[in-house]
């Protein structure tokens, strides 16, 4: 499979960076994130197919081609009887880590993505690996297992992102939303984060860049933000 060359990694690094406070080339909101990755799932799902290995360090970023979702190396259609633990660790959901079987003893289904995309919007709002502060590591996958433990959103992240990521990391497979009902959910709330004057700034330059280098992806998906009307002008005149 050929891909295009993502310049900036994967979000896992780029995670790493925030976290120390480093800069990063490419400035990316939760939101956008989780909406091209929830975009991305629901192209496989209505495809049948399970992408088995959602995580951050399967999600690459890129000054050209923005985000893009990764890894389908292990992807599978979901009529296969998936029973194979498959996926890295700290992303699985339950029913993967009890050998492919959720708690009813049934295959596992494209809910299993949707859990591991919960797990990414864990480490989105806090910037940490999932159960970084676990001092037992040897616990985890056991606990996770068997519901015990599951990674949780910061106090500070709004409310419905904390609720929207609560449902993908639900237990019981069946009560967590489809990638297409998390689509609504983060298009509803897309305008929600407050960007401050040097964020603005940073998304006007990208869109600058993506109209002189005749980027219609990059365009588009920038165009759908909020910016102040000088801005637009600017665009125009370009």
């Not at 996958?141 to 990391?169: F, I, Y």
Request: proline share 4%; charged share 25%.
């Amino acid at each position: 499979m050929i891909t295009e060359y993502m310049d900036q990694g994967d979000l896992f690094a780029y995670l790493k960076k925030k976290q120390h406070g480093q800069s990063v080339a490419l400035d990316v909101s939760t939101v956008d994130v989780a909406l091209v990755l929830a975009h991305a799932l629901a192209d496989l799902h209505k495809q049948g197919i399970i992408h088995r290995d959602v995580n951050s360090l399967n999600i690459f970023l890129s000054t050209t081609h923005y985000i893009r979702l990764g890894g389908f190396g292990s992807a599978r259609a979901v009529d296969e009887l998936m029973t194979a633990g498959t996926g890295t660790e700290f992303w699985m959901a339950p029913e993967v880590l009890r050998e492919g079987y959720d708690y009813e003893g049934q295959p596992y289904t494209i809910a299993a993505d949707i859990y591991s995309f919960g797990v990414v919007l864990t480490e989105l709002d806090t910037l940490k690996v999932p159960y970084e502060d676990v001092k037992e590591r040897w616990s985890i996958e056991e606990k996770v297992r068997t519901g015990q433990l599951r990674p949780h959103m910061s106090d500070a992240c709004p409310q419905w992102l904390k609720n929207l990521a609560n449902q993908c990391l639900s237990f019981d497979p069946t009560k967590r939303p489809t990638a297409k009902a998390i689509i609504d959910v983060l298009l509803a709330h897309r305008n929600d984060d407050d960007r401050s004057p040097s964020d603005e700034a940073n998304i006007t330059d990208e869109l600058l860049a993506a109209v002189r280098n005749k980027d219609v992806i990059q365009t588009r998906h920038l165009c759908t933000k909020d910016f102040d009307p000088d801005v637009r002008d600017d665009v125009r005149a370009h």
